[in-house]
């Protein structure tokens, strides 16, 4: 069948919206028509040449929320006409990982995943015969695009779906990272890096655990107001302050925060965010996806100290099992998304939401076909 596409050719090059062909899905896999779909800083990492494993050409795109149009002989729990969100993290449910209960990392399609392929190893993308990358496992930017059943979590029909798309990245990856992996108490004192998307829902998901003192820190001081809206009841700017970061947040929390998140992707954040966490307890959780080749680099003794380091994956959520979850508690008003949503466009203009967002001046944009 032919879909409408956005299709990046080669790093640092505008995105190309033509019409491709998606071929059907395979026994395990489902055909999804693609609704909405939110655009990320990841899909901006592989846009710009910062990802390793960048695969061109290559359908974007993972923030995104559609329906099922057709599915495979040997898929069980979907049917044609669900509502879905795409996982880029997958959940089979099978493998050791899986099983474990310790993690929501489910390697049982990360190879061909990392790779641009299906499952089994091909494509369901082309354009006038030449094969085109998937990316993430999920490939958003197209109208139609095909996804395995395991990496489909299947969702209320009511919800919105310009709305629920940012649950399948930023919205989850903060909300979850602040819950499940920063594992915030009621009365916690929280630091938050970086205030888009997923930084703002790290600020929501540490309102929601009974934080009682959240610092947002931006070098974008446009970035107050969302913050203190969020949740937040401190804001930083470190060009304000000399970059006195650290110092700042130190003084401001009898020295230390109980939990540092950090969604920035710079290095030198996720320094600071480490050493202004409290000392024999603190924590801090990395959310942010750093450049190619870059590594972080700190003296052993800031977590001898008793400090920990630790990352986040989808904030800990297992996407099958939790995610509609998260879709009921948008629903229910528990949490928000539609105030990160600050421009809606066709996907023509795509590339106006990346420029967007390079700019600052969104913090979220979303795309409809």
């Known amino acids: 069948m032919k879909s409408k596409a956005a299709i990046a050719f080669a790093a640092n090059q505008p995105l190309e919206v033509l019409e491709i062909d998606v071929a059907g899905p395979g026994p395990t896999e489902a055909l999804v028509e693609i609704m909405a779909t939110g655009v990320c800083h990841t899909d901006s990492v592989m846009l710009d040449g910062q990802n390793s494993k960048a695969r061109f050409p290559a359908v974007l795109g993972h923030e995104g929320a559609g329906i099922v149009r057709g599915i495979g002989a040997q898929v069980r729990d ?19 990982n899986c099983t474990s209960g310790k993690t929501n990392l489910c390697w049982a399609i990360r190879k061909t995943r990392e790779k641009g392929l299906m499952p089994d190893g091909s494509t369901r993308f082309s354009l006038c015969g030449e094969a085109i990358h998937h990316f993430m496992g999920t490939s958003t930017f197209s109208n139609f695009t095909v996804v395995p059943e395991i990496a489909l979590a299947k969702i209320r029909s009511d919800a919105p779906f310009d709305k629920i798309c940012l649950l399948g990245c930023g919205v989850t990856t903060g909300i979850g990272a602040a819950i499940n992996d920063g594992d915030i108490r009621p ?41 203190i809206a969020m949740g937040a009841t401190h804001f930083i700017n470190p060009t304000e302050i000399a970059g006195k970061t650290v110092e700042c947040i130190l003084d401001m929390t009898s020295g230390g925060v109980d939990v540092a998140l950090e969604a920035t992707g710079d290095i030198d954040v996720m320094r600071q965010s480490l050493e202004c966490c409290h000392v024999g307890w603190g924590t801090c959780v990395l959310m942010g996806v750093e450049g190619i080749d870059q590594l972080l680099s700190l003296p052993p003794v800031l977590v001898r100290y008793g400090r920990t380091l630790k990352g986040s994956y989808f904030g800990g959520v297992r996407g099958r099992s939790e ?22 466009m066709p996907v023509e203009e ?19 076909f």
Not at 78 to 95: A, F, K, Q, W
Not at 323 to 344: A, Q, R
Not at 350 to 368: C, H, K, P, W, Y
Request: aromatic content about 6%.
């Open 187 to 227: 009365g916690d004192t929280v630091a938050v890096f970086g205030l888009g998307a997923v930084g703002l829902s790290a600020i929501q998901g540490a309102r929601l655990a009974g934080a009682t003192k959240i610092i947002g820190v931006d070098i974008n001081s446009g970035k107050r107001a969302s913050a």
């Open 78 to 96: 979907l049917e044609i006409g669900d509502h879905v969100i795409p996982l880029y993290g997958s959940e089979c449910r099978t493998c050791h």
């Open 323 to 344: 995610l509609p979850k998260y879709v009921d508690w948008y629903m229910e008003g528990k949490i928000v998304i539609d105030p990160l949503i600050t421009h809606v």
């Open 350 to 368: 795509i590339n106006t939401a990346f420029d967007l967002m390079q700019s600052g001046e969104s913090v979220r944009s979303v795309i409809t």
